[in-house]
């Protein structure tokens, strides 16, 4: 990608709005299916005892070299190239700034169609590089603990910007097949794709899967579906769907472990409780010990932290091969929590381990320029709310601020 010309202030690199307007009335190819692509192929003229060669031409030079020019594409005639330029684009969303905490972690900023703005971050670990995508602008579900939930739902992303997020990342990081050089001749640096950005995944659920589907592709991008894990807050009726027709990982937004408790922060909730959860997990197609579900749980000081539930916690879950994840809240403004001590995180870890259950607790990473979990929040959306008025909408009777607690209503 080009170098940006606008200077760099306060670490973030800022990119100029392009003039030209937005698509330039083209097919944009990325986003397609392979069986949508043999068909726009074949109604551009493409003769259709070609069409399967063609679509695996094309698709390794979008996917697997990350060619965005139709004249790069050599093992293609000229006329056909031409034809194709004609008749198409390979578009992705556009990048309007990139942040890079101290820890490495890099948060973007990147423009979509209707001028609206999602974030991505990428995470860099000595084994892997895990990017963190949005399948949303904005998010239906209101958690109240989540920077993304204050953001109203804009509208839900095509397969073509949730795919074309990877795309770019992989442009920023330099991550594509590189002219005669094998795949896998070089570690990956986007080597995991965690579905835990802005939005509810199984909420987008067909866009969702189809830019899965390219992303895990043999031919192109080619992540294994046991690096690709879906994050979300208990759409319990697209969960097996999930495991069938993705077969991903499968993460779950779990954070408390009573009903009462759970309404109020993870409001879906109300539609299927932490039974109904429960039993859609056991479900679960993926489900083994060797494929474990994620349980994703925020620690919140006061809330959700205590002994009794943790130890709630690993009686809810017995039966299910499954990890804990404990993570430690991270503040944005205007949150009404804070963060459970470090000793309590530990005590808590500590139950759940000792009842045989894994229980990491997550290094928060990029905190610096808002990237870490439950953080990001589109810039042209970040109006402020006050701790009060989050508390409120999200039905809380008492909010803790600094060592105070203070009334909210709505209960």
């Known amino acids: 990608m080009t170098e940006p010309t606008a200077p760099i ?34 109604a551009a003229g493409t003769p259709e005892k070609q069409a399967k060669m063609r679509v695996g031409q094309v698709w390794q030079w979008i996917y697997q070299k990350g060619v965005r020019d139709f004249a790069e594409m050599t093992n293609l005639a000229k006329d056909y190239r031409a034809k194709l330029d004609a008749a198409f684009e390979i578009r992705l969303p556009e990048l309007v700034t990139k942040q890079v905490s101290d820890d490495g972690t ?6 979509i169609a209707g001028g609206h703005e999602v974030e991505i971050v990428y995470i860099p670990e000595t084994d892997r590089g895990t990017l963190c995508v949005s399948s949303q602008v904005g998010c239906t579900l209101t958690c109240s603990f989540c920077h993304t939930g204050t953001q109203k739902l804009v509208r839900n992303l095509t397969a073509g910007e949730i795919v074309g997020q990877i795309m770019l990342a992989r442009d920023d990081l330099g991550d594509w097949t590189r002219a005669g050089e094998g795949m896998g001749e070089r570690p990956r640096l986007v080597s995991n794709i965690v579905l835990m950005g802005m939005g509810e995944p199984l909420y987008n659920f067909d866009a969702v899967r189809d830019a899965m589907k390219i992303a895990m592709d043999g031919e192109g991008i080619s992540l294994s579906r046991r690096r690709i894990t879906l994050s979300t807050s208990g759409v319990v009726p ?15 937004s779990f954070h408390a472990t009573t009903n009462e408790t759970r309404d109020k922060l993870v409001p879906i909730n109300k539609r299927w409780n932490i039974e109904d959860l429960l ?42 091969p499954a990890k804990i994840n404990l993570i430690p809240f991270n503040e944005w403004p205007g949150a009404p929590y804070r963060r459970s001590s470090p000793e309590r995180i530990k005590a808590f870890a500590n139950i759940i381990y000792k009842a045989g259950y894994a229980s990491p607790i997550r290094k ?42 203070t009334g909210a209503g709505g209960e």
């Open 106 to 111: 890099r948060k973007y900023l990147v423009r």
């Open 238 to 252: 697209e969960i097996a769907r999930a495991g069938e027709e993705i077969g991903c990982m499968l993460a779950i």
């Open 9 to 42: 202030t306060q670490d973030v690199l800022t990119f100029p709005r392009k003039d030209a307007p937005e698509g330039t009335g083209k097919v944009n190819l990325v986003g397609l299916t392979r069986d949508g692509l043999r068909e726009v192929l074949i």
């Open 279 to 320: 039993e859609a997990l056991k479900a679960y197609p993926k489900l083994s010990n060797s494929e474990r579900i994620t349980f994703e749980y925020v620690m919140l000081d006061g809330v959700n932290d205590t002994d009794e539930d943790a130890r709630r916690l690993v009686r809810l879950i017995a039966g299910i």
């Open 364 to 405: 928060p990473r990029g905190e610096d320029i808002m990237a870490a979990c439950g953080q990001l929040k589109s810039a042209t959306e970040r109006a402020r709310k006050s701790r009060a008025e989050i508390a409120a909408e999200a039905g809380l009777g008492e909010v803790r601020i600094g060592g105070y607690v």
